[in-house]
């Protein structure tokens, strides 16, 4: 079955605790996002891959990290994370850039910072 | 920056009213763009899309129109179900990356 996998699905963490989301898609997909969903605020782009070892910025980068070793792999790192990075996490992935291919969003990672 | 404005919700229908949920955006060139569902509890699924001026997108009933002289891409189903309950959320995408509206939240009432 086609489909975007995230792990783990709910994380709850401290202050300043290094932790990794992982994301993994077995489409073969070349472009893969990492998004954010808060209340009022719709969606809001991390990072993304255009290609492995090619990333770009978002709209939010900061406190964030993404690797893409692997066409697969699109974890997300959040070095020390805060409460403001309390939020649900979409990963993403198509084909190509998203303008003619459909974007395939993963289940969603809600992620809580004490 | 680019920037997608969405009305507020939420939209309280009963089944087989017309919606409309509009839809403006600010962008610079000429960007694509989409409408996406987000069930209860799912991440988010792509409705239609529409790549240049004038397209319409449709899908399940639902359809929009690229608008390049007001800039908008308003969501229109002619008569809505329950099952349709759901947020809506617009989006373009330029230079590769897409930006999203705050979402509208669609409650249908049998």
């Known amino acids: 079955e086609a489909q975007v996998t995230q792990n783990p699905r709910y994380l709850i963490t401290v202050t300043g605790k290094k932790l990794t989301v992982t994301c993994s898609q077995n489409?073969?997909?070349?472009?893969m996002s990492w998004y954010r969903q808060d209340p009022g605020l719709g969606l809001r782009q991390i990072y993304y891959?255009?290609?492995?070892?090619?990333?770009d910025k978002g709209d939010v980068p900061e406190g964030y990290k993404v690797s893409r070793k692997e066409k697969r792999n699109f974890p997300l790192i959040l070095e020390s994370p805060s409460p403001n990075q309390t939020s649900l996490y979409f990963c993403?992935?198509?084909?190509?850039?998203?303008?003619?291919?459909?974007?395939?969003f993963g289940p969603g990672t809600r992620l809580t910072v004490l | 920056g680019d920037s997608v404005t969405q009305m507020e919700g939420p939209v309280t229908l009963s089944e087989e009213a017309f919606l409309t949920i509009n839809c403006t955006y600010t962008?610079?060139?000429?960007?694509?763009l989409f409408w996406y569902v987000q069930y209860p509890g799912e991440g988010l699924q792509l409705l239609l899309k529409?790549?240049?001026?004038?397209d319409k997108g449709s899908n399940k009933g639902f359809e929009a129109t690229y608008r390049k002289e007001t800039t908008s891409f308003h969501l229109e189903k002619g008569s809505v179900q329950v099952s349709d309950s759901a947020v809506y959320f617009c989006?373009?995408?330029?230079?590769?990356?897409?930006?999203f509206g705050s979402g509208t939240r669609l409650q249908v009432q049998p």
């Open positions: 489409m073969n997909h070349e472009y």
């Open positions: 962008a610079t060139g000429y960007p694509s």
């Open positions: 989006a373009l995408l330029s230079m590769g990356a897409l930006t």
């Open positions: 529409a790549t240049k001026a004038d």
């Open positions: 891959s255009m290609n492995v070892e090619v990333t």
């Open positions: 993403a992935s198509s084909f190509e850039t998203p303008s003619y291919n459909e974007q395939f």
